[in-house]
């Protein structure tokens, strides 16, 4: 851990110690300026095509919440570094973990839970404090190029627990964990948009054809993970629920990219119903089909 990183975590743990009230003052002082500098052109383009029925006045109101909502998100996930286990598991919630239980108790060690950018991501990770004794959490995460930032989001992802694992090393440590013999529920955030290299099946989401990650499902189907869907809620500022919603106990019974498919209707369904809460800030649709089969064309000539 560098000098610098131990500075930085210092200072926002001071700040994280701030009242919930204050924090969220702070979130609404910040979001009058993010809203109109932070990615408002990719915001609004993000939300003019997937929602073309929608007026302008509409999608101005979802802009506007958006914006709060990713506020909040930012001084929300601050809190972590001072937050206790009683007031994180009053505030983050989880049902359906009796599901997961109940298979672990029947020799299925492994579960696998497709999540999203929606609500706050970040608070899932505690998931892990419901889940003991029986059962221990893990999470995929992408690494970020900025050192700090990639270091404070795993001890904040980690503290409860739980096992960050790098998506590059995704399969190989799942071996690992099933050989361990122990109860693993593994998050699987899978809204992102893939590489032209790993880009192998599309799917229509928030109208347009969308390329999509395959890896949750292609690992469940060799591993025999019991596959879930986390719905999340926000029933008020502050407070989140995730509802654990059973898939299918052996997928790889189904045609492939069924599952894959079945999230992202899943996920869009909730999207449609509260669009503030997903995450807009991204060029998700910057990578077409109708690019990606000339990019295969050419491969195929050069072959």
Known sequence: MTRKYRIIKKLLWVVSLLPFGVLYALSDFCCLFVRRFYRTQVVRENLRTAFPEKSEDELRRIEKKFYHQFCDNFVEDIKMLSISKEETMRRMTFSGLDEIKRRHDAGQPLHFLYLSHFGNWEWISSINYSMQPWGTSAQIYHHIYNKVMNQ??????????????EMKETFRRILQL???????????ISDQQPKWSSIHHFVPFLNHDTAVFIGAEHIARKVDAFMMYGRMSRPKRGYYHLDI????????TLPENTMTDWYFRLLEADI???????LWTHKRWSRTKEEWLKRQEGNEEKE
């Open 152 to 165: 404070l989001f795993l001890d904040l992802r980690g503290q409860y627990g739980g096992v960050n694992i």
């Open 178 to 188: 099933r050989k361990e013999g122990k109860n693993y529920t593994i998050g699987f």
């Open 245 to 252: 919603i059973p898939m299918e106990d052996h997928p790889a």
């Open 272 to 278: 449609k119903e509260h669009p503030e809460m997903w």
